[in-house]
């Protein structure tokens, strides 16, 4: 069983940023690819970075030049970190394995990218 626990969200104003922190617990962490995800309101959840367990990364589209995630296997941690926030990032963001475990799924942060 993987337990997520996201926090981070807030308030940024464009061109800000924010780092978003996803503590884990339980074993299986850090034999699985670690990804973050985000949702707006009446759109499905969509991948915004992935992390394997040996530190090979992938960005979706024009999250790539602004946005870094990393891991730290000794705390059991995941991080995004946005730079350059415009108010298209603005969402609830989640982390997971990918593919995700769907009993993992936590509350998720809202980050919202206002001026």
């Known amino acids: 069983q993987l337990q997520l626990v996201e926090s981070g969200g807030g308030l940024v104003q464009p061109g800000g940023s924010l780092r978003l922190s996803c503590a884990a617990s339980?074993?299986?962490?850090?034999?699985?690819?670690m990804a973050w995800y985000r949702q707006v309101p009446g759109k499905e959840r969509d991948l915004v970075a992935a992390?394997?367990?040996?530190?090979?990364?992938y960005y979706a589209g024009a999250m790539k030049c602004r946005f870094t995630i990393s891991r730290d296997n000794a705390e059991n941690t995941v991080y995004l970190q946005m730079n350059s926030l415009q108010p298209e990032a603005t969402s609830v963001y989640y982390c997971?394995?990918?593919?995700?475990?769907?009993?993992?799924w936590g509350q998720g942060p809202q980050v919202n990218v206002s001026s």
């Open positions: 997971n394995a990918q593919p995700p475990l769907l009993r993992s």
């Open positions: 992390l394997t367990q040996g530190g090979s990364t």
């Open positions: 339980g074993s299986i962490f850090k034999s699985l690819r």
